[in-house]
Structure formats: C-alpha cells, structure tokens
C-alpha cells in the first residue's frame, strides 16, 4: 500500500511545485517612460566606418596629422544570418598568458595567411583559437558601421549635409523609448563580477512614451512596437509628437505637460509595477520629477534619471544610473511599514538619492547636481542604498494637488470676471487646457526705470496680466526676489500686487541657491515660498490653480473693499498651508 501512496504524494507534490514555478519565477515589473530632450536617450552620430569606405572608395576617416585612424567604431548592430568566428586565445586580457597553464587548451588553429580552421597545429605561425558561433538570436555584436548616404556618400554626422541642417535631411539620434537602451545596457555593460544582463536579471520592463525625445515620422505598424501600447504609432511630428536638441532644437508645450501626466498616471494606476522611472533632459529633469511627485497619486516609488554624457559615449553616466534606479526600486528602503513609498519623487544621480523637491543642475558634468534649499536634499547613497534621513513633504499618494485630489472644475478669471475652468474629465484624465500659464519675474538691483515707484513701468507683469485675461484664465507669478526674503523694488510688488487684485496668486521666494526660508507676511497679498527654487515654485503653484482656482476678483481692483481683501487673504491662507507641506 505505501508503494502505491508514495508516487500519488510525490506527482502531487510536483504538480503543485510546476503551478507555482510561474508564480515564483516572476520578476518585478518597472515602467521606464520617455521624456523630452532626454541625452540619456541620445545617441552620438552613426559616422560610416573606413570598411565601408574603402570598400566603395570613399576618403578614409584620418586623424589630425591626415593619417586614417587607428581603430574604427564599432557599433550595436544584428547579425543578419549565423557565423562561425575565430578568437585569438588570451587576447580578452593582456596578463592572461601570463597564467595559460591555468586554460583549458584553444578549439583549434587558423593559419593567419589562408584563414583555414585546423584541430591541430600545421605550423609555427599558425594562431590557437576558439571557435564560436555566432547567432542572430545571440543580440547586438559591436560591429563596424556600414550605411552610406542615399547618393554614395558617407555618413559624417546626423545630416546628409553638414551646411543644411533640417529636419528633411537630418536623422534623429534619440532613441524613441529606451528599450534599445536597456537591451545594450544588458548585452555590453559589465557589473561586479563580470557578469552582464545587469536589468534583466533583475526585473521585467514596459516602455512608455508619453513625451518622447525621438519619433517615427513614419509612423510603425503595431507589430513593430516596443511600448506596452496596442495600436500602430502613427506619422509623428517632430516638435509635436517628440523634442529633441539636436540636430534641430525643440520643445514641448503645456499641452505636452498635461498629456505625459495622464499617461503616468494611467499606467501607474494598473498596479502592475514596484516602480516606475522617468528619463528626461539634464537641464529639465528636476521640474518634471517634482510635477509627478506632486501629480501623480501612486504609493510606488517615482525615479528621475538624467545623463551629462550620451549613451554609449565615453564614460557616459546615464547606463549607470539607471542601473542604480532599479536596484534602489527593488531594494525597498523607500516603504513604509505599509509598503507605500514614504519619500515621493526622487532624483538619482552619480549613486546619490536627491529629493526632486530640493535637486537642480549646477553643471554640465557627471555629478554637476546640487541640493537647493540649504536643508537636506541629498537623502541616501546608492552603494549600499541606504537612507540618511526621511523627508516630511507630501508627495505622490499623500499629495493634495495629486490628480486624484484635483476638482473637475474651478473658478478663473477672464476680461468678463470669474469664469468656469475645466480641469479633469469624467474618466478623472488632466484635460490639455488646464495647466496654468505662471510667469517668473526675477528682482534684480539697478532694475527700476526711474525713481517713482511707478507699477506701470513694470511692463513685463502688467502685459502679462492683461495677456492671462485673454488667454490664459488660470494664471499667477513667482516672483524671485532677494534671498532669502523674496523682496522686490516697490514698482514690481506694487505690480505683483495688481496682479493678486486681479485673481492671479503671486509667489515670493529667494532668488540663486536659496538656504533661508521666505517669511509669511500677514499684511501682503502673496504666498511665501519657503526655500523653494523658483522652477519648483511654478510648479507648486500651476497644481494649486487647478485645486483652488483663481484668487476672489475685487469689483474694483484698484480700490478693493475690506471685505473683499479678506477674501483674498484667506485663500492665500489656504495657497500657503499646502506650499508650507509641500
């Protein structure tokens, strides 16, 4: 009887360990998203190697001295069909000879004149080998480049022509998502140890592109797509669909802000991901960062990555950083006990964890970021991650201007009074006309026309202001004053001032790497900042404008009752309590 129950136990057993294999073996999912003018998605120009040249006759690539150069680039690229290759032995190192009798012995020898392969030696100046082979379904081998131009001629940067630099005669050398990155990541970069697929070891990935730096003016059918959408991507325009700022130069919109929120939110809403992280320009990054800490009500973990150098450059950081990023998503020091990110939003760079509240670039180099605001900034290190301190700002999921948190509509304000301004609609998206216009205005000595005291010199706000009531019915102004007290020339508060009088809320903080904190003034009509940037201050308000809407508008503006000021005072009081969490 035993004989016949042992095998009924041990198929069961087996049954249940092959339905919990799939379970077991699954790897933590991240969604990576495209941003704008993203170097860490460029990508150095494709230049024709001297194979290519001289095999069709075209002048060699030559050093200064007009000698060719040594070494051709080599390049990630496919093979098209299988190929045997002959390795030297112990040319992966140059001290491997040193130790051979350690090595087990080569594959065979190749006669260096004739190419022939031999399983043993034929004579002294045969080459010991190994043999391997190679396959299409090995992935990307750094080979040389071998595209020509359409007219014979080579490839010597983005433009067919290096005078006419349009958009007609240009390649775009941003990647369109980062899959292609992560797969060359993957194949060519080396960890501790030695060992390469250092992302796809680790976790699975969904390619996002919701703002992307390169596009597909051709469109792509659907099957072609490496993104997580279904549909075929249609003829994208450049400018429109994807920015980039080089070899032509351009940039997204507010119209562009409004849709990669959606698109963040969307797919964090799934539930699907441990993190996500987001790749945008160096220069830019910070401000996009800090919207989605503060838009985006998710309890994962949001990464900003940024590189200084393009991917695949000489000691290019951005690979590095992304690496870093899932390695501080999977490590799980941003939970809570309840498993929900208690740090929002952050920046990693050169193995730093930056609070995107608190990071800004400071210098076009591998480490150039810096931590604003004089009080922390820079929470943790990466090697080992481990966290020096938890931030107290609201973020992501306990933000109060997150999406969840926005009203369908608020109240602005227009030439005809108080109107009624769409925010999100029915399925609770950010709809494109409701990102506020808010405008800097940066003090400076020296900077009043004269000695009068007069607002109406102050063209820049009062234009604008008369421009929001016919644009732009959700609007304000930060004002960068003195640090750290935001303080202005009497002409531009005197204009600010206006501007509050005529529903559009004004924000006051310091001016350059601001470490003190902008005082709150009972007696003024404007919001302190705290020890925000200006950038992040513009972004704190533009979400407090789609939460509140527009300040109370005055009958008269120029002579505003008691009452009236009140009014206004107290939803600046309402302005302040989230600035001061936030």
Known sequence: MSLIVFPIRFLLALFLLCTMLPALAQKPRIA?????????????PLVTSNYARAKYGLPLLTNPDGMPILFDAVRPQRLAAPVTVYLEVFSAHPLEEDMKELYAPPDGYVDPETGVFQNERRGSGDVPVYEVRLSPEDGLYALPYMARQADGRAWDGHCADGVDVSKESCRVPFYPDASRIFEEIDRFGIGVGGRNNLLSSKADFDFYRPAPSGGYRKGLP???????GDGAIPE?????????YLPVSEAPTMLTLARLTNAVQKALTTEEYAGAIWLEGSPTIEETTYWLGLLIDTIIPIVGNASQRTHGMLSN?????IVDSVDYILSGVWQDSNGEDRIGAVMIQEEQIFTARDVTKGDDRPGGYLATGGHGGIIGSIRPIALSFLPTKRHTHTSEVNLTMLPNHVTGVSHEGEIEVGIKNDQGELLESAIPKVTLIKHLRYLPDDFSDDPEMVVEVL??????LTDSPLSGFVLEGQAPYGGADEPTLAALRRAALTGMPVVRVGRGHNEGFTPTNANDLF???GNLAAPKARLLLMACLMKFGSLPLPEDRNNPTDAELDAIQAKVVTYQAVFDAH
């Open 317 to 321: 950081d951005g690979d590095r950083n």
């Open 463 to 468: 234009g604008r202001i008369e421009k929001n």
């Open 222 to 228: 659907a099957n072609e797509r490496t993104d997580v």
């Open 32 to 44: 990576i998203f495209s941003g704008p003018t993203a170097t860490i998605q460029n990508s150095e």
């Open 236 to 244: 994208e325009v450049w400018g429109r669909d994807f920015f980039t």
């Open 527 to 529: 919001i302190e900042g």
